[in-house]
């Protein structure tokens, strides 16, 4: 009987030790599990941070690019030449007035659109003369018809696309108060300029990537018609 107790309380002993065990185990798998876990959070929180930091650095270089060009957007869109050159559809004063504008201001291309926004004449550089074929988004359009003034981000077969779009109106309406008479939009590819003004910024060497531009800045895919 005695010898019977003692192999009792060994068998107790082994089960409290395992119990104990598997107690430590549990609490092991728990706190890696909430390790990972928090580093987890730790990385996304990092990522998106940095998302939000090259989105905002991207939105500056954008702004300090758009200065000029949208100056001269502004003087051709309260333009009644303009406005008659878009009821028409007469593409030879587009090729002597819109022309000229890519040139001066290292433009791509330029489209001008009804009020149904149907692109009704269109003007490329020779480098990229298919460019004056392409479609642009409608959601595009729709942008620059309620704000007035609107810029964004398309990609293309040969990169990002800055477009700068327009409402366009008679010459004694430079506040854009009455209704518009079509949409004017210029497009430029993000190049070298643009890829310095974002190292100095973000303090790093750029490379346009498909990563480099975020995803929030991009509208629909630009294809050809």
Known sequence: MEHFLVIMRKISTYYKVLLSLLLL???????????YYLNKKKAEVFVESNVRQLEYSVRQVLALNEVSVRQAITDYTYWDD?????A???????NENIAPMLITFHLEAAWAFDTLGVCV???????????????I???VIDS????KFYNTIIKTQAG?????GSTVHITNDPNRV?????YYIVGRFLGEPFRNNLSRILVARVELTNEIIPSGLIRNHCCPI
């Open 25 to 35: 185990l549990g609490i092991l798998v728990l706190v890696a599990f909430f390790a």
């Open 160 to 164: 990002y696309l800055e477009l700068i």
């Open 144 to 147: 620059v018809r309620k704000h």
């Open 82 to 86: 303009m406005v008659m050159a878009i």
């Open 178 to 182: 009455l209704r518009s008479h079509g």
């Open 88 to 94: 028409k559809k007469d593409t030879n004063w587009a």
């Open 137 to 139: 988004p409608s959601n």
């Open 121 to 135: 004449l269109s003007e490329a550089s020779p480098s990229y003369n298919w460019l004056g074929q392409v479609s």
